[in-house]
């Protein structure tokens, strides 16, 4: 009976090797005598387990299609414009490749993707309005169903290239991508040490970066900024083809001025992105009342230190400007007037003073107008404000200014003078309560303390402020004191921390 049962085993054997070479079998097929019941039965069971397990290696390589949704993104943005797409149906991404570039009425965001897989469908068109919650494409992932299942429950967050998302830590959890953990731990950092400036207090790959420049003093690299300028003109014997012309400034001339267009009929548009924003902005700035003060500046000793300056912050990889100047000037004008840094609850019912200098810039931009601010400004050397100058620039150029340079100013100034004009009436951005507006600097005659007229380069400003909690008196006080840092720049360093 032994010896029977055996040869029965082997044959047994050798049909499930046969069937398993051809990867299918029929149970139906295969007939046992009674006494090796007992041995079929075992045997059927694990012939069972391997059928499901083959079954469950076909689902995970049939690639589960996801949709990737557009998480809330912040500072209550519902919808978003899609300003461009970076892949098309069929393309193949990683996580973190860039998927779109989406714009809200406050910045420009970069989506991109959390997984591995193939792009199935897109969900909208190039500026189209995209909805928070809503999928913006199908990807049929790599990954395995049940790791599938597991990120379906989390709702994808949209994460920006170089995301800036500037708000309060909400809780005590650290959260940061592998990468940028990677990051952390490749050079000895505590995550717990870092303030990150993403969603609910994530942790960006610039806060490393950031953290990392001011533990080691290290200065940032020189941001592109110099090499979109015009270069200077090469001497006429040189030829042509030796002219130190660099490729970002070739394929980037100075932008012309547009053309009108005369379509012979109406046109009918929405208002979207930054234009939405300025129409609730404005709308919040009409219920102010505003009190308006001007004065000029005689700019000729800073315009003398500027030009010693400037060949030493180039040696740097800094563009030095007048900008960081009137920054840091109005900075140490706060300290002194920390009301001027301050903000008001919606009903006028509170006053919150500022402890951080976040001092915007009104910026032009192709999409419009932008003020992002420089932080911290308290806490940063006139060198240093122009370094982030520099950065803001290029991003508002490019069109690529995160939501944390756009977010939390506390005291504006805008240049307006860098495009024409000497007056003007700047506007309060709500729930600021002081701003700034700089005329262009002329070479006007002036007399001197001899009673002589000697040429003078004179700056004219105009300041408004909220009336209801700031009088005339403070806001002169204070535009006499910015006015002496500027006209003495020297006198700036016995206040300078």
Not at 474 to 495: G, H, I, K, Q
């Amino acid at each position: 009976m032994a010896a029977v049962t055996r040869g029965s085993l082997g044959a047994f054997r050798r049909l499930l090797l046969s069937q398993q070479s051809r990867r299918s079998f029929q149970l139906q097929s295969f007939r046992c005598d009674r006494t090796l019941q007992p041995i079929t039965f075992r045997c059927d069971r694990k012939l069972q387990v391997f059928s499901c397990r083959r079954l469950h290696v076909a689902v995970v390589n049939q690639g589960p299609i996801v949709q990737f949704k557009l998480s809330d993104i912040g500072e209550g943005i519902m919808e978003v414009t899609v300003k461009e797409w970076y892949v098309k149906e069929g393309d193949k991404v990683s996580q973190f490749d860039s998927i779109c570039e989406v714009q809200s009425d406050k910045a420009s965001v970069t989506i991109t993707s959390r997984y591995d897989g193939v792009i199935k469908k897109l969900y909208y068109d190039v500026d189209a309005t995209a909805f928070v919650g809503k999928p913006l494409v199908d990807i049929e992932t790599e990954s395995g169903s049940e790791v599938i299942q597991e990120e379906d429950v989390v709702e994808t967050p949209a994460m920006a290239q170089e995301e800036h998302t500037h708000q309060e830590i909400k809780g005590h959890k650290t959260q940061a991508t592998p990468a940028v953990r990677r990051l952390a731990i490749e050079n000895n950092i505590k995550l717990s040490e870092v303030v990150g400036t993403g969603k609910d207090g994530r942790i960006l790959k610039e806060d490393i970066l950031n953290f990392l420049a001011k533990q080691t003093g290290a200065i940032l690299p020189p941001t592109p900024f110099q090499e979109i300028q015009t270069p200077p003109p090469a001497p006429a014997a040189a030829p042509a083809a030796a002219k130190p012309v660099s490729t970002k400034a070739a394929v980037k001339p100075p932008p012309a001025t547009p053309k009108p267009v005369f379509t012979g009929k109406d046109v009918t548009e929405p208002l979207k992105g930054f234009q939405k924003a300025m129409v609730k902005t404005m709308t919040v700035a009409l219920k102010i009342p505003h009190f308006g003060y001007c004065d000029e500046v005689d700019l000729s000793r800073l315009v003398a230190l500027r030009s010693e300056l400037k060949p030493l912050a180039e040696s740097r990889g800094v563009r030095l400007s007048y900008m960081p100047f009137f920054i840091k000037a109005a900075s140490l004008g706060l300290h002194h007037f920390p009301i001027l840094n301050a903000s008001v609850d919606e009903d006028c019912q509170n006053i919150t003073y500022k402890a951080s200098h976040n001092i915007g810039l009104a910026m032009d931009t192709s999409q419009g107008l932008l003020v992002p601010n420089v932080k911290n400004v308290q806490l940063l050397s006139v060198l240093e404000i122009a370094l982030e100058l520099n950065r803001l620039q290029v991003l508002g150029a490019s069109g690529q200014l995160g939501t944390a340079d756009l977010m939390g100013g506390t005291f504006t100034l805008s240049n307006i003078g860098s495009i024409g004009g000497t007056y003007a009436k700047p506007v309060i951005l709500p729930p600021e309560v002081a701003i700034g507006a700089l005329g262009k600097i002329q070479v006007l005659p002036r007399f001197d303390a001899a009673g002589q007229v000697v040429p003078a380069h004179i700056m004219k400003v105009s300041w408004s402020a909220d009336h209801r909690i700031i009088d005339g008196a403070t806001m002169c006080r204070f535009s006499n004191l910015w006015r002496e840092y500027l006209e003495n720049p020297a006198s700036m360093v016995l206040d300078l921390k």
